[in-house]
């Protein structure tokens, strides 16, 4: 095998799995008024949070193998038909709402992946300025999105929520599914919702490993770097059979 063969395996495989700072913090952020989930080939819902447990201090549903949560305050899975207002963008007829009650003035609930992901979805509503979603990559980078950012990608304004659902009526009312894309930068390794005045309100967590190409690329540079050094161990053989 050529030089220049191996340092193209070795090329694919850096291209792959080098931290890459300025897609980090570049993502593609994608808004769905109607809370269906995005067309993306391998993305799934990991957390639907189907099932009702109560009101406030209850631990949210299990989630995928591979995937840990932990949270702060007092989130909890809550009904529909229980709130104030209809929520027709839930996918779900429970949510949960990560709820600053019982004298907490912060509450937080995180997802942490074993295996970095390249796409995150979920669906949100009562969307507001005290609401922010903190996503950490592979690479230690991090992005912090708050309010409408949230929905609409970090050069918004984060009060901005006019051309979400219901936006015109003022922040705390929008609703719809926020989607991001990593682009084939670092992976996803944690995902934290937090808010810092009364809720904020998530349904229908979906998660996508890499895509196909992707991991093509990662194949290739580990099958054609573990070529060439099953074709270095003989010639060492030979040195040392000489020596």
Same mark, same amino acid.
Request: aromatic share 10%.
């Given at each position: 095998?050529?030089?220049?063969?191996?340092?193209?395996?070795?090329?694919?495989?850096?291209? !792959?799995?080098?931290?890459? /700072?300025?897609?980090?913090?570049?993502?593609?952020?994608?808004?769905? !008024?109607?809370?269906?989930?995005?067309?993306?080939?391998?993305?799934?819902?990991?957390?639907?949070?189907?099932?009702?447990?109560? *009101?406030?201090?209850?631990?949210?549903?299990?989630?995928?193998?591979?995937?840990?949560?932990?949270?702060?305050?007092?989130?909890?899975?809550?009904?529909?038909?229980?709130?104030? !207002?209809?929520?027709?963008?839930?996918?779900?007829? $429970?949510?949960? /709402?990560?709820?600053?009650?019982?004298? *907490?003035?912060?509450?937080?609930?995180?997802? *942490?992946? !074993?295996?970095?992901?390249?796409?995150?979805?979920?669906?949100?509503?009562?969307?507001?300025?005290?609401?922010?979603?903190?996503?950490?990559?592979?690479?230690?980078?991090?992005?912090?999105?708050?309010?409408?950012?949230?929905?609409?990608?970090?050069?918004?304004?984060?009060?901005?929520?006019?051309?979400?659902?219901?936006?015109?009526?003022?922040?705390?009312?929008?609703?719809?599914? /926020?989607?991001? $894309?990593?682009?084939?930068?670092?992976?996803?390794?944690?995902?934290?919702?937090?808010?810092?005045?009364? /809720? +904020?309100?998530?349904?229908?967590?979906?998660?996508?490993?890499?895509?196909?190409?992707?991991?093509?690329?990662?194949?290739?540079? +580990?099958?054609?770097?573990?070529?060439?050094?099953?074709?270095?161990?003989?010639?060492?053989?030979?040195?040392?059979?000489?020596?």
């Amino acid at each position: 095998m050529s030089k220049k063969l191996v340092r193209a395996g070795i090329a694919a495989f850096s291209l !792959a799995m080098a931290p890459q /700072a300025a897609h980090a913090v570049s993502i593609s952020t994608t808004y769905e !008024a109607n809370g269906q989930l995005p067309g993306y080939t391998s993305a799934q819902i990991i957390q639907p949070f189907s099932y009702s447990v109560g *009101n406030f201090n209850a631990t949210p549903s299990t989630v995928s193998s591979g995937i840990t949560q932990s949270e702060s305050g007092s989130p909890a899975i809550r009904s529909v038909s229980s709130g104030s !207002a209809t929520r027709p963008d839930f996918a779900t007829g $429970n949510f949960l /709402a990560i709820h600053t009650n019982e004298g *907490n003035n912060l509450a937080s609930y995180t997802l *942490n992946f !074993a295996t970095p992901v390249q796409f995150l979805s979920f669906v949100f509503g009562t969307l507001d300025t005290y609401n922010s979603v903190k996503l950490t990559f592979s690479d230690s980078s991090f992005l912090t999105l708050t309010g409408a950012q949230i929905a609409k990608g970090a050069s918004a304004l984060i009060n901005d929520f006019s051309g979400l659902t219901n936006g015109s009526l003022g922040s705390g009312n929008a609703e719809g599914r /926020a989607s991001y $894309n990593m682009n084939g930068g670092p992976g996803l390794t944690s995902i934290t919702f937090q808010s810092t005045n009364r /809720a +904020f309100e998530i349904d229908s967590i979906a998660t996508a490993a890499p895509e196909p190409a992707t991991w093509a690329m990662m194949l290739l540079g +580990f099958g054609l770097v573990g070529s060439q050094l099953r074709r270095r161990r003989p010639a060492l053989a030979k040195r040392l059979a000489r020596a």
